[in-house]
């Protein structure tokens, strides 16, 4: 099977499980806040966002175990491959019971982490966060087995897992808040229910994978094992810094402002991340794809198809930023009441981040396929500090936004800095081409976003559904069409275009 029919399976079965996860998503988040309210919801990202920190112990030792399977998949070095998994193994026990002990640690400090929990005891938060806990650490002991899928394009196994253990859970979690309205059963619900998932996952990989139960393994060779060992430390400060940088902001909130704030913010994050899960399929399915591309083809080939997925990756996330910058308020409103709504400034500064975080995503996961861990693994601390700095800062001056900008400052040095070193590192050249289109992209953005929101001002004085709907469907029409009428003549619009009457033609 090719690169693309690969990718597109991928990308086929993840959109099904997104889609799927997107609805019952929103379904079981508003039967959750009819139910439970919003200091419930922030309790429910705190500890998400704590745990997430916790998983810093992985160190990017996935990242580096991907990578290094590419090689030896494409290769059919089955001795490789099983010298790799069992590293990989015994590498994630130590992961686990690393972030079992921290977790463990840190819980006699949730009292000073959670501001105005309200009704809900300092015992009942330690029990809920010692449920997340166990559910982090027990992946811990499975997710290892799924880098042979990735590295064989077969994400779409994972996919499929996923789909029918999300109908589960969203089902049987839904029952529980309608018949108990009880968030400690809520939460023990999902925990058994992905236990018995992970037992599943492992017996199949198992399978599917015999060799994975071999005992006689050959360790790596010393040169086999140091490039490695370099990755996994480059990746020690990428890891440290992506966890200070993007799972900070709901404790910022908690400490700084309160927990209820958290949730009334998380249910923008749950639009805006279960959105983007839709787009992340399209991205993520292709990163093996590069990988393999990588290990067999030039350089030109290379670089050409890096400008095609940035140029896709940029109307798409260009598209549904303009959407959220419109829309997000309006549906809030809709869907949940104005008083759930928060400022605009907070949302837009949301967005501007979510723009420039799409951007970085292009280029990392290039990156990453092609293994560049090392040369810019200052980068993160680097970011890191500004985060934390100017947010911890700036929400004493000003407030919620004050998070935001710092998260924006610190995205911007990623944004420049590592096109940068992927140009020099893989291509051997500038990356002015790289820099120019980032400011034509952002110019062509702004001219059918600011129309857009000269119509807003328009249909939405007052918010009903009617004007939704319309607005919507110019949000849908009037970005797509500026887009094509600007970028009809661009190289990589029309390897698109040649590729979709190809398929036309087949079918």
Request: no cysteine; net charge positive.
């Amino acid at each position: 099977m090719s690169r693309l029919d690969n990718a597109t399976k991928n990308i086929k079965y993840g959109y099904i499980e997104k889609i799927l996860t997107l609805i019952l998503g929103f379904v079981s988040r508003t039967v959750f806040i009819y139910t439970l309210g919003a200091t419930y919801l922030g309790i429910n990202g705190l500890f998400t966002n704590i745990l997430s920190i916790l998983s810093f112990a992985e160190l990017g030792i996935g990242v580096a175990m991907n990578f290094s399977l590419y090689k030896p998949v494409a290769d059919n070095d089955l001795e490789k491959i099983k010298a790799l998994m069992n590293l990989y193994k015994h590498a994630y026990r130590y992961v686990a019971f690393i972030i079992a002990g921290i977790g463990l640690v840190l819980t006699p400090f949730l009292k000073y982490i959670i501001k105005d929990p309200g009704a809900i005891s300092i015992n009942e938060i330690t029990i809920y966060y010692l449920i997340y806990l166990f559910n982090t650490v027990s992946t811990y002991f499975v997710s290892y087995k799924y880098s042979l899928l990735n590295a064989e394009q077969k994400n779409y196994i994972q996919s499929n897992i996923q789909v029918i253990t999300t109908m589960v859970t969203a089902t049987f979690q839904i029952i529980v808040l309608l018949v108990f309205k009880n968030f400690l059963l809520y939460l023990l619900t999902a925990s058994m229910i992905q236990l018995v998932q992970k037992i599943y996952i492992n017996v199949y990989l198992n399978k599917m994978y015999p060799f994975l139960l071999d005992k006689n393994v050959k360790k790596l060779s010393k040169e086999e094992s140091a490039p490695i060992k370099k990755n996994i430390k480059a990746l020690i400060f990428h890891k440290i810094g992506d966890v200070s940088v993007h799972q900070t902001d709901n404790i910022l909130i908690s400490a700084f402002i309160n927990i209820t704030t958290a949730g009334l913010v998380s249910n923008y994050l749950l639009i805006i991340t279960s959105i983007d899960s839709l787009i992340s399929v399209i991205f993520n399915s292709v990163i093996s794809s590069f990988g393999n591309l990588i290990a067999t083809e030039d350089l030109e080939k290379q670089h050409k198809y890096l400008k095609i997925y940035r140029f896709i990756g940029f109307w798409i996330y260009g598209f549904v930023t303009i959407a959220f910058i419109i829309l997000l308020n309006p549906f809030i409103e809709l869907w949940i009441g104005s008083k759930m709504v928060i400022a605009n400034i907070v949302v837009y500064l949301i967005i501007v981040d979510y723009y420039f975080k799409g951007e970085r995503i292009i280029i990392n996961n290039f990156k990453a396929a092609a293994g560049v861990f090392d040369p810019d693994k200052y980068i993160s601390i680097i970011q890191a500090i500004v985060n934390l700095v100017l947010s911890i800062v700036l929400v004493k001056l000003i407030g919620l936004p004050g998070i935001y900008i710092g998260t924006i400052v610190q995205g911007l040095i990623s944004n420049f800095s590592r096109p940068f070193i992927v140009y020099k590192e893989i291509f051997h050249k500038s990356a002015k081409e790289y820099y120019k289109d980032s400011i034509l992209y952002i110019a062509v953005l702004m001219i059918p976003l600011t129309i857009l929101a000269v119509m807003k001002t328009f249909l939405l004085s007052e918010v009903t559904l009617l004007n939704f709907i319309i607005l919507t469907l110019l949000v849908a029409i009037i970005p797509n069409l500026f887009f094509f009428l600007f970028f009809k003549n661009r190289e990589e619009f029309r390897y698109f275009l040649d590729l979709f009457k190809k398929k036309m033609a087949k079918i």
